[in-house]
């Protein structure tokens, strides 16, 4: 009788392990029936654990939750908050996140490769905050098209190859690809923040633009190969349009005309350095300029690069 107990106790905790590491996937693309998705490393990140996994295989894909998502066409609609890691190659497709203002989506880059040929290959509708997070020993590229086509004539967002309506935070230990062939590499009309990640932009227009702020800090590493202003925020309201270097963040633009441009201060502190090389200026700026000491390097580019005083 004992023994009987015991085999019963340890299929009892068997099942219940099963049940808190099992997930499912079921595929939300009509052509792929019958798709699943791996779970491997399902473990905490830097917001918690991940809600959904989402894994792209062209123009379909796969996920863990399909009432996380919506599809029209080739978008796929995030509509709940959460974490959701994306993996795979999407051709041709749109990552959208359309959450009540309330709500925060973290998005996982985990080796994902992204391209749409018509408009931006993320786009935050609506969110009180999104994070990108670039996870660790993974490469992510993202790559728009030259032409946007919009729903509505009248519209001019987005307007980048990731673009957000809300707050944005890019973070992480991976690496991330942006290829702007539209207009701007990053968008963001609220605060755009980079934190830890080592990023790659080149861009038609800004290769990183926040209308209130452009933040970069951790141990960032940014390089800009290609764009007009390299790194801009432009509001004019108070205590707004400003673009921050700090703590080890490490910069270095190649551009067609500012290097660091803001409408009320740029900040550059000691640990982090900027590296231009601008046909316009390395820094423009009305508002106020601190910048310590040897954290700005400056190379004129066919061109007098005005040195910040």
């Known amino acids: 009788m004992k023994r009987i107990l015991v085999y019963l106790l340890a299929a009892a905790m068997l099942l219940t392990c099963l049940a808190l590491v099992s997930c499912t996937g079921e595929t939300t693309n009509p052509d792929q029936p019958g798709g699943t998705n791996a779970t491997e490393n399902n473990g905490p990140t830097l917001d918690g654990m991940i809600d959904c996994y989402i894994e792209f295989s062209g123009t379909s894909y796969t996920t863990t939750d399909t009432s996380a998502v919506k599809v029209d066409g080739s978008a796929l609609t995030i509509i709940k908050p959460g974490t959701y890691d994306l993996s795979g190659t999407l051709d041709n497709g749109q990552i959208i996140v359309e959450v009540t203002k309330a709500d925060r989506v973290t998005l996982i880059l985990n080796n994902f490769t992204g391209s749409n040929s018509s408009s931006a290959v993320i786009w935050v509708k609506s969110a009180d905050k999104v994070y990108l997070e670039v996870k660790t020993g993974t490469t992510n590229t993202l790559t728009d098209g030259s032409a946007y ?50 990023l790659t932009v ?9 209308n209130n702020s452009v933040t970069i800090k951790g141990d960032a590493e ?50 982090a350095t900027v590296t231009t090389y601008a046909k316009g200026n390395s820094v423009n700026c009305d508002g106020i300029l601190t910048i310590d000491e040897g954290c700005l390097i400056e190379n004129a580019v066919d061109g007098a690069t005005e040195a910040a005083q």
């Open 202 to 210: 080149n861009a038609v227009n800004n290769a990183l633009k926040g």
């Open 149 to 198: 086509v919009f729903a509505n004539p009248a519209d001019t967002k987005p307007n980048a190859c990731i673009y957000a309506a809300d707050d944005l935070s890019i973070k992480g230990h991976g690496t991330l690809i942006v290829n702007g062939n539209y207009n701007n590499g990053i968008g963001c009309k609220n605060d755009l923040s980079i934190n830890n990640v080592k």
């Open 222 to 271: 940014v390089l800009v190969e290609g764009a007009e202003d390299a790194i801009k925020a432009d509001s004019l309201d108070e205590g707004k349009g400003y673009v921050t270097v700090t703590e080890n963040a490490k910069v270095t633009v190649h551009c067609d005309d500012d290097g660091l441009q803001a409408t009320q201060n740029i900040t550059i502190t000691t640990g």
